[in-house]
Each structure stands twice: as C-alpha cells, then as structure tokens.
C-alpha cells in the first residue's frame, strides 16, 4: 500500500477514535457522578455495569489507537507493511482492510 495513502486513513481513522475516546469518557464521568445521589440497590448494580462497559469501550478504543500510532511510527521508520513478527511482507488488501495491521493473516490466525 502506497504510504501516504495508509498515512492519509491511519490519521483519519485516529482521529475518530479520538473523538470517541472523548465522547465516552465524557459518558463515563457523567455515569461515575450518577452514581453520588440515593437509589436502591438495582440501581446502583446497573449503573456499576454500565460503568464496566464504558470501561471496556474506552479500553478497546485505547487499544486500537495504540495500533494505529505503532502503524504510524512503523511509516516513519520505513517498516509499514511488513509483519512485526516475521518481517513478511502484509498484502495491500490487508492493510486497505485494517491499515494498523501488524501481521500476515496467517500469522494472526495462529496467535488465536
């Protein structure tokens, strides 16, 4: 994949992780204040779910911006589009389907 192409969706796609690591954690305060006032019990285990999955959310945002700047560097130092792992190179339909792509699909499926 030609580099300022995979540049040009990396940024694109971080900066909407970006903007939805923002808006969640916004939404995760907001549910942390909630949880100050009186309720009964049922309440207060929803609004402690709803505060491990806004959690979650934010945590796999967090991660995925993570691979996207590890992409972002790779560029920079002339390594993007190969493998991580074995340095083989990452086939252009790969890396248009997930330009953060560390590794060969053979490589990912045998790391499940």
Known sequence: MDQNRARE????????????????????????HSLDGPGDEVDVGQELTAEANDNAVVGNLRTRLDAIDRALARIEV????????????IPDERLEADPAAELTIEEARARR
Do not use: C, F, M, W
């Open 9 to 32: 969706l990396l940024r694109a796609e971080r900066e909407d992780l970006q903007r939805l690591l923002r808006s969640n954690e916004t939404i995760a305060d907001e549910d942390l």
């Open 78 to 89: 002339g390594t993007y589009g190969k493998s991580v792992l074995s340095g083989k190179p």
